[in-house]
T-cell receptor
Framework: DAKTTQPDSMESTEGETVHLPCSHA???????IYWYRQVPLQGPEYVTH???QNTTNSMAFLAIASDRKSSTLILPHVSLRDAAVYHC??????????????FGKGTKLSVKS | GPKVLQIPSHQIIDMGQMVTLNCDPV?????FYWYKQILGQQMEFLVN????????KSKLFKDQFSVERPDGSYFTLKIQPTALEDSAVYFC?????????????FGPGTRLLVL
């Protein structure tokens, strides 16, 4: 049911641009790609989501491959507060039994000063 | 972003007692969720709720669990009686609709310790 694959961990340095990959080779045409992040002892924080087109907001840029089988969350100029576990999650357009979010282990991003 | 509030932030109770966890969802949201996270483990879905009804629940949502949202008040998770394995952080979330286009926003969690 997980349907996404992410590296367990990545390291970065403050000020760098970080690329977090996610593979979803069996994605369906009606599935959105969501990214959340979570720091210890806090609730998951919504980062961004997309369907087909690349998206950008104040937190990140989401690059979606043309075949939609992979995506990359790009965090520009990371700071120490960007250190978190980043989750890539697929959600069906129609909701129903897929309304829930299914969290995996995600990618633990470490940021050095 | 939109804020979900949870009360209390921490709760310690004795095994067998009842506990009620409260969630104040985003004001115009209609769909509500509870998730459970044991320390160091993955977040897991418990239940979602809409229009006074449970829409879906997982196997973690035991018979001792119940949810409700009386009009205009908190969305609550009640555990009666509690067991040691219920010790976890419980996160509430809400969304305006339940399709994939609608983002779920999470609260900060209630840390429950059952002794």
């Amino acid at each position: 049911d997980a349907k996404t694959t992410q590296p367990d961990s990545m390291e970065s340095t403050e000020g760098e641009t970080v690329h977090l990959p996610c593979s979803h080779a069996t994605i369906s045409g009606n599935e959105y790609i969501y990214w959340y992040r979570q720091v210890p002892l806090q609730g998951p924080e919504y980062v961004t989501h997309g369907l087909q087109q690349n998206t950008t907001n104040s937190m990140a840029f989401l690059a979606i491959a043309s075949d939609r089988k992979s995506s990359t969350l790009i965090l520009p100029h990371v700071s120490l507060r960007d250190a978190a576990v980043y989750h890539c999650i697929l959600r069906t357009y129609s909701g129903g039994s897929n309304a829930k979010l299914t969290f995996g282990k995600g990618t633990k991003l470490s940021v050095k000063s | 972003g939109p804020k979900v509030l949870q009360i209390p932030s921490h709760q310690i109770i004795d095994m067998g007692q009842m506990v009620t966890l409260n969630c104040d969802p985003v004001s115009n949201h209609l769909y509500f969720y509870w998730y459970k996270q044991i320390l160091g483990q993955q977040m897991e879905f418990l239940v979602n709720f809409y229009n006074g009804k449970v829409m879906e629940k997982s196997k973690l949502f035991k018979d001792q669990f119940s949810v409700e949202r009386p009009d205009g008040s908190y969305f609550t998770l009640k555990i009666q009686p509690t067991a040691l394995e219920d010790s976890a952080v419980y996160f509430c979330a809400s969304s305006p609709d339940w399709g994939g286009a609608y983002t779920q926003y999470f609260g900060p969690g209630t840390r429950l310790l059952v002794l």
